[in-house]
């Protein structure tokens, strides 16, 4: 048969030691697991920003195309019924160019400002 004996004041130590410690390990697994889950809600949110500035910029591509081409079809149907002044007929779809282009370069520049403030 075998007797196991324990000193009350070891015991007594060991667990007020095992106790102050439990405490700071709870606290530095808390601290890992908030950063991490801050890492992971950054990485999503540059991911749907990205998402979402290269459907605006897809979506104003298609628009400055279809503007281009609307523009172009309808001055060409108004030059052959009243005479355009000779700087005119490039000067709308050279606006509408000018200022989609100036959105999407917009949207770009948004895109460089998400990567750059989170870093990945």
């Given amino acids: 048969m075998t007797t196991t004996e324990?000193?009350?004041?070891?015991?007594?130590?060991?667990?007020?030691?095992?106790?102050?410690?439990?405490?700071f390990f709870l606290s530095s697994l808390q601290a890992r697991v908030l950063a991490r889950l801050k890492d992971q809600e950054a990485a999503m949110t540059r991911e749907v920003a990205n998402s979402q500035l290269e459907t605006i910029k897809d979506q104003l591509a298609a628009a400055a195309g279809a503007s281009k081409i609307q523009v172009?079809?309808?001055?060409g149907a108004s030059s052959a019924a009243v005479p355009a002044h000779e700087g005119d007929k490039h000067m709308e779809p050279q606006l509408a160019t000018d200022v989609f282009g100036e959105l999407v370069a917009r949207v770009q520049q948004a895109q460089a400002a998400v990567s750059a403030t989170m870093p990945g």
């Fill in 6 to 23: 324990y000193s009350i004041i070891d015991l007594v130590g060991l667990s007020l030691i095992i106790g102050s410690a439990g405490s």
């Fill in 72 to 75: 172009e079809t309808s001055h």
